[in-house]
């Protein structure tokens, strides 16, 4: 290390974190650059970069500011960092995710090595099944209202290093710019959309949330993703009782239960009597709720089970039509499958590992956009809107893995309506 920094960062971390960064991609922040421009003159980006990091002498540059569509017609606010700042907090996160990992609750699930959503979904899942009752919670505004000088007491339990406690504090206070170009100083909170803020935030909810239900509450079992969270209970009453105590506790770490969307649910199936007017919930993209399902031992019966949500199946159909697939007259077939399938197979992967048929009617719209696409493209369909449904019937047989859900939709009701 050079003698005049104070500060022990090895070249190859911030190496290794550019590479993590690339990886991930991202738009660009205040300054306009993109991963591209940034590897442009990458050596000397990176020992600049560096350099500032050993000597203390990094400052962050303002957070840019996007609004992300919600579907309650309301936004959520991302924080995009420059490449730069975003290899320089990758720095930090390598630095910190080690020390604190270990001392995560199994039952978190979110920004977790060797963890995921589909996770925390099967274990709910298996949970809802012998539990009748789930808290429901949901934290206002969770990421802009996290208290930082408790967040920075979580961090000095597992660390005393100078220059991580002196990054994380300036990040903490780096201020965010508007779309009009304005900066607006934060007195509290971590952006969403920065790379250390995953990380932070579970730290933060560890000792807020999942510590505190392990010393108060071993008897009730959750599942976390980052703010969303459920925690099962035998009855309505033990339900309100740690609802109420919850309330307490997140207020007295600066946080707000929100009164509307934080819910009792009752996990109705054909063993349990009694009615409530709450018998479904929302969990990282599904739907729990009573379902007609397959018994193992053969049968049908209604079992409290996970759907895609029609949220989900909303933003599918909204991203598909953004695709404008019909106006693609210059493509082929193949193109069109080339250039959309990794989409597809993503929301497979992800809506169609519990109760996959839910998901059928959503992938039978592509199909059917793809039918105005041969519709507009070959002169002898133009007219013959039967027939080209029949032509795209024809080529999903003999193609069956063509487009990634076509194997999926054989002999379901398939695809376009054909026949």
Known sequence: MDRAKPFDIPKREVWEAYKRVRANQGAAGVDGQ??????????????????????????????????????????????IPTVA?????????????????????????????????????????????????????????????????????AVRKHTDCPWVLLYLERWLRAPVQMADGSLVDRERGTPQGGVVSPLLANLFLHYAFDAWMRRNCPAVPFERYADDAICHCRSEEQARRL?????????????????????????????????HPDQKFDFLGYTFRPRLSRRWRGGFGVLFSPAASDKALKSIRQTVRSWALHERSDKSLDDLARM????????????????????????RHIDL??????????????????RTRQWLDRIARRQPRLFAHWGLLQGRGWTVGAG
């Open 243 to 275: 609802c109420a105590s919850l309330e307490r506790r997140f207020v007295e770490c600066g946080l707000t239960l929100h009164p509307e969307k934080t819910k009792i649910v009752y996990c109705k199936d054909d063993g349990r009597r009694g009615d």
């Open 340 to 363: 959309f399938n990794s989409h597809i197979r993503g929301w497979i992967s992800y809506y169609g590992r519990y109760y996959k048929s839910a998901l059928y009617p959503t992938l």
């Open 34 to 79: 993109s991963i591209a421009d940034f590897e442009a003159d990458l050596s000397n980006n990176l020992y600049k970069l560096w350099n500032r990091l050993a000597s203390g002498s990094y400052f962050p540059p303002p957070v840019r500011r996007v609004d992300i569509p919600k579907d309650d017609g309301r936004t959520r606010p991302l924080g």
């Open 369 to 386: 956009i793809l039918a105005r696409w041969a519709h507009r493209k070959f002169k002898s369909l133009r007219r013959h809107q039967r």
């Open 85 to 153: 700042d975003r290899i320089a907090q990758m720095v930090v996160k390598r630095y910190l995710e080690p020390l604190v990992e270990p001392h995560f609750h199994d039952d978190s699930y979110g920004y977790r090595p060797g963890k995921s959503a589909l996770d925390a979904v099967g274990v709910a899942r298996q949970r809802c099944w012998r539990y009748d009752w789930v808290l429901d919670l949901d934290i206002k505004a969770f990421f802009d209202t996290i208290d930082r000088e408790l967040l920075m007491r």
